[in-house]
């Protein structure tokens, strides 16, 4: 009798084994990795125009340009080329191509995500096709259903969206048409979703740090995943350390090679853009991230400020744990959350969510000067000669001479607030505002109006 009662606890045990397997063999992140010789990989980088923007942090990802011919004072009625109604809600900066600018929207009343296209002489809309409806999940009051900035490669223009616990990368051709949409891996998140996709020769790559959601929580929901542009097929998709983070993932040449940089709770991250193979790992007291790393032509910078203050600089040449062989400096005081790192000539440049602006010097941290600008920050600061330009939620634009420690030369207000980051081209500067989009200039011109059919014209 006592035999019989172990075979059928054991067959129970069994049973609910075999039943929790089937369970949760589905759940959580699985880890793709084709082989080489079936990645197809026979595309080779795009070739944006000096005058672009392709993609978050622009060419090369470093968020500055040389031009120093941008406007350095504008109001509502002075410089400004053109401005055009934007609908519905996003935080994704404009994206450059050509005479194109490709600018992605949300509307909460329908769950609608689109992309919309516009004239880069006369922000004419020149279409908008909707990508998404319905499947909207929770995110934060600062944040947006559109925050990914798309990215473009002359062909495509691919944008990240997270929907129906989701994350979906859609390519949309230049006449608007969808080429292909492609579920990329689970997310979930608390706050919503604001990483924008970077791309690398034949790759559009996507980061999803999340905690996810019922079992996939306990599990593990974070990956890093690299599709082909041309189909949408995955390439490689790895696991990372759970929680919610929001950085994008910046490919750099750093210390003689190609490197895709990530920060998120725990690490900062190197990996092969071509395979997803970790190149090297520090770690770090962070358990959220907000913003992207910057880096020089040696060195990694990564900020955070949760739970507390923190910055490092990493010499990026190590491979393996570098922690406690590659961390240059570490510093508390000047952290920024949400905007990201701008490294130029030996100098790192933090602005604060609180609207303060530090300077260091990229060899030992020290602080170089400190600036305390009005009102809060979410966009991040852009570099244009000696000028950075750095927009406050109430719409107010600092511009800061950088050759002159930091000196405000101007306070620029266009009555709208600002969430998404700046961007130039062909020596004019480009602001998203909650409701609408500008086209600025240095030159002198008169102000502009919109006309019955939403297309800019002058006053």
Same mark, same amino acid.
């Given at each position: 009798?006592?035999? =019989? =009662?172990?075979?059928?606890?054991? =067959?129970?045990?069994?049973?609910?084994?075999?039943?929790?397997?089937?369970?949760?063999? &589905?759940?959580?992140?699985?880890?793709?990795?084709?082989?080489?010789?079936?990645?197809?990989?026979?595309?080779?980088?795009?070739?944006?125009?000096? &005058?672009?923007?392709?993609?978050?942090? !622009?060419?090369?990802?470093?968020? =500055?340009? &040389?031009? /120093?011919?941008?406007?350095?004072?504008?109001?509502? @009625?002075?410089?400004?080329?053109?401005?055009? @109604?934007?609908?519905?809600?996003?935080?994704? /900066?404009?994206?450059?191509?050509?005479?194109?600018?490709?600018?992605?929207?949300?509307?909460?009343?329908?769950?609608?995500?689109?992309?919309?296209?516009?004239?880069?002489?006369?922000?004419?809309?020149?279409?908008?096709?909707?990508?998404?409806?319905?499947?909207? !999940?929770?995110?934060?009051?600062?944040? /947006?259903?559109?925050?990914?900035?798309?990215?473009?490669?002359?062909?495509?223009?691919?944008?990240?969206?997270?929907?129906?616990?989701?994350?979906?990368?859609?390519?949309?051709?230049?006449?608007?048409?969808?080429?292909?949409?492609?579920?990329? !891996?689970?997310?979930?998140?608390?706050?919503?979703?604001? @990483?924008?996709?970077?791309?690398?020769?034949?790759?559009?790559?996507?980061?999803?740090?999340?905690?996810?959601?019922?079992?996939?929580?306990?599990?593990?929901?974070?990956?890093?995943?690299?599709?082909?542009?041309?189909?949408?097929?995955?390439?490689?998709?790895?696991?990372?350390?759970?929680?919610? @983070?929001? !950085?994008?993932?910046?490919?750099?040449?750093?210390?003689?090679?190609?490197?895709?940089?990530l920060a998120g709770k725990d690490c900062v991250n190197s990996y092969d853009p071509a395979t997803g193979d970790v190149l090297w790992t520090c770690r770090w007291p962070v358990k959220r991230t907000a913003n992207s790393v910057a880096f020089d032509d040696q060195h990694v910078f990564a900020s955070a400020r949760q739970p507390h203050d923190e910055m490092v600089c990493i010499r990026a040449d190590g491979s393996g744990d570098v922690t406690g062989t590659h961390i240059v400096w570490r510093e508390q005081k000047s952290a920024s959350d949400v905007p990201s790192l701008c490294v130029r000539d030996g100098r790192l440049y933090s602005l604060g969510d609180d609207g303060i602006l530090t300077c260091l010097d990229v060899t030992n941290g020290k602080q170089i000067w400190k600036r305390r600008l009005g009102g809060n920050m979410s966009a991040s600061p852009l570099i244009a000669g000696d000028h950075l330009y750095c927009c406050n939620e109430e719409g107010t634009t600092y511009v800061v001479n950088l050759s002159r420690r930091g000196e405000v030369i101007s306070e620029n207000a266009i009555g709208d607030g600002i969430m998404a980051s700046p961007v130039a081209g062909q020596n004019l500067l480009y602001i998203r505002t909650t409701s609408g989009l500008y086209c600025l200039t240095a030159e002198r011109s008169a102000p502009l109006a919109n006309q019955t059919d939403g297309s800019p014209r002058r006053l």
């Open positions: 009798m006592k035999r =019989f =009662f172990n075979r059928q606890w054991l =067959f129970a045990f069994a049973f609910l084994a075999a039943g929790t397997w089937m369970f949760l063999k &589905d759940s959580g992140v699985r880890e793709i990795r084709r082989a080489v010789v079936d990645q197809g990989l026979t595309l080779a980088d795009p070739v944006p125009a000096s &005058d672009d923007w392709p993609w978050w942090r !622009g060419i090369g990802g470093r968020n =500055f340009i &040389d031009n /120093s011919n941008l406007p350095v004072q504008w109001s509502v @009625s002075e410089n400004i080329v053109w401005k055009v @109604s934007v609908p519905g809600r996003g935080h994704s /900066s404009p994206c450059l191509w050509g005479e194109r600018i490709f600018l992605s929207t949300s509307d909460a009343a329908n769950q609608s995500i689109s992309l919309l296209c516009f004239d880069r002489q006369t922000g004419h809309t020149k279409w908008q096709s909707e990508l998404h409806r319905g499947g909207f !999940g929770e995110c934060h009051q600062k944040n /947006s259903h559109a925050s990914a900035t798309p990215a473009c490669d002359g062909q495509f223009v691919y944008v990240v969206s997270p929907v129906k616990g989701s994350l979906w990368v859609t390519a949309v051709d230049f006449s608007g048409q969808i080429a292909w949409s492609c579920e990329a !891996g689970p997310y979930s998140a608390e706050w919503g979703y604001g @990483s924008s996709p970077a791309i690398h020769k034949s790759l559009v790559i996507v980061a999803a740090d999340n905690r996810g959601s019922g079992v996939d929580r306990l599990i593990g929901s974070s990956w890093l995943a690299a599709m082909n542009r041309q189909t949408g097929d995955i390439i490689w998709r790895i696991k990372r350390t759970e929680g919610d @983070s929001f !950085g994008s993932p910046v490919v750099a040449r750093v210390s003689d090679r190609d490197q895709l940089l």
